[in-house]
């Protein structure tokens, strides 16, 4: 198991690495081939079809019931199931092509104006109907905790990507349609590498459809699992696409960057949550909740430590990393980053808190969603229009912290543990550093590069010097643990 839990880790930990980094890399050389306002039409498609991608209906949290080591002396249920999952995404995909093109065409003629469109959200929708069978098939991997073949699978894809995607860009001028070309083939090189593993090394793929264990799975995990998703991506995204109908290009540019740095940041919770949830679901069917608070304890200790060492980097590194990365052009934008990544970096502390309320009460999670969502919506119009892109991240901002803040309680509230004095004091901290560091950066402040890089090593060094101890003793209990 402890071997297991360390391939996995290392595997997950070093695909998100190079996928952020890959991030960087990408975001880099596209704008300085195609500007702003090219970057800003991946924005506009992407912003929609990141919101049609939270109507797929997930099924991670029925594969994670069905796993095979749940059904370990019921192979042929486990492969039914598969298989009846599989076929309803592939058949839905028809349905995922035709109902969002008059959205489509009402976008590009009526709200842009701009019917050179279509053929970028023509790519966008054979993208997205490729990726729900990716997802599906990685979740599935993902519940049999198999990670090492998604990750080389993944990063085959990006490398594949980016070198289309550099050739139609400078060798043959095609522009921002590079982009998502290049995209298109990542895709289904992944989709392929990944059904020709699932077919040989786990399950035998059919065209086989079940309604009797469909409406099982629909019942109990898939629909709620689906609302989760809807509103949780809704909440994400929602400023994306709600700006494109506000502000110009050059904002909506850099604030596509904005997301799609952050989406990648967001992956990082992905490292932990694969092995934590099923964890959570075995110990919740044993009524074992006292190992659940400790692991929650546990991991929340390591990532409020990253949480630190990240606000560290982003109080004097930071800066110019980002303006040495993505150029001057997004020079004076530093400061609405740092609101967006702090926050998001605090959601990410509350992982275990959040991964906890999914699989022991996922309605009550659909009931803190929708609560945001309400707020989010009546925060973001106002807002964008009054102060464009500062809007957005404000509303940001706002809803974020207060669904960390909610998953703080409603965790607590379920496995039965009073949040104690302590757990406050961590939270008025975590937002006292969050505050501090966007009142620095309010001014066009740009540290020395030498000073800063010693600072941060200095007080990184010290801070993992004060908690090494603690550290090794914590990891420890999570690997034997999970």
């Known amino acids: 198991m402890k071997e297991k839990f360390f391939k996995n880790e290392l595997f997950i930990s070093s695909g998100l690495v190079f996928k952020f980094l890959m991030g960087f890399l990408f975001i880099t050389t596209y704008i300085r081939a195609v500007g702003l306002e090219g970057y800003a039409v991946i924005g506009l498609v992407f912003s929609f079809f990141n919101i049609i991608t939270r109507f797929n209906l997930s099924y991670y949290l029925a594969l994670v019931k069905y ?9 042929k249920l486990y492969a039914d199931m598969f ?6 995404v592939v058949f839905s995909n028809l349905l995922f092509i035709i109902i969002p093109f008059p959205i489509i065409l009402f976008l590009i003629n009526k709200v842009y104006d701009n019917p050179d469109l279509l053929v970028f959200y023509i790519l966008g929708l054979f993208i997205f109907t490729l990726n729900r069978t990716i997802v599906f098939l990685a979740d599935f991997i993902r519940a049999n905790r198999q990670e090492k073949i998604i990750q080389k699978i ?10 289309l995607a550099i050739t139609l860009l400078f060798v043959f001028k095609l522009g921002v349609i590079s982009i998502l070309i290049g995209i298109l083939f990542e895709q289904a090189i992944e989709l392929f590498l990944l059904y020709h593993y699932i077919n040989k090394n786990m399950v035998a793929i059919k065209y086989f459809f079940s309604i009797e264990l469909f409406l099982k799975a629909f019942k109990k995990f898939a629909f709620q699992n689906y609302i989760a998703d809807l509103l949780g991506g809704v909440l994400f995204w929602g400023g994306l696409f709600i700006s494109t109908f506000f502000l110009d290009k050059v904002s909506i ?21 694969f092995h934590i949830m099923p ?11 006292s190992k659940i608070r400790e692991i929650i304890q546990r991991v929340t200790y390591l990532l409020s430590f990253v949480f630190i060492i990240s606000m560290v980097f982003l109080l004097t590194i930071g800066k110019s990393a980002f303006l040495l990365v993505l150029g001057d ?5 530093y400061f609405l980053f740092v609101i967006m990544a702090s926050i998001t970096l605090f959601w990410i502390t509350v992982l275990p808190k959040s991964n906890f309320v999914f699989v022991a009460d996922i309605r009550k999670m659909n009931i803190i969603y929708a609560f945001n969502l309400m707020i989010f919506l009546a925060l973001e119009i106002p807002l964008l229009y009054f102060l464009g892109i500062s809007g ?4 940001y901002f706002v809803v974020f912290s207060s669904l960390a803040l909610s998953m703080i309680h ?7 543990t009073k949040i104690s004095s302590w757990d406050h004091i961590k939270v008025i901290s975590a937002f006292l550093l969050i505050c501090s560091t966007i009142a620095i950066y309010s001014k066009d402040i740009i540290l020395n590069p030498l000073f800063s890089t010693g600072s941060f090593i200095i007080v990184t060094t010290i801070i993992i010097m004060y908690n090494l101890k603690k550290i090794i003793k914590t990891t420890r209990f999570i690997v034997n643990s999970i």
């Open 67 to 75: 796993n095979c080591d749940a059904l370990k002396n019921r192979k």
């Open 83 to 88: 298989n009846t999952l599989h076929s309803s």
């Open 154 to 163: 993944l990063v085959t894809g990006l490398v594949a990507e980016f070198l």
């Open 253 to 273: 540019g850099v604030l596509s960057i904005f997301y799609s740095l952050l989406s990648r940041l967001g992956e990082v919770r992905y490292s932990l949550s």
């Open 279 to 289: 964890v959570f679901s075995h110990e919740i069917d044993k009524d074992n909740y």
């Open 329 to 333: 052009r997004v020079k004076g934008y």
């Open 392 to 395: 957005v991240i404000i509303a």
């Open 410 to 416: 409603y965790s607590a509230k379920l496995s039965s």
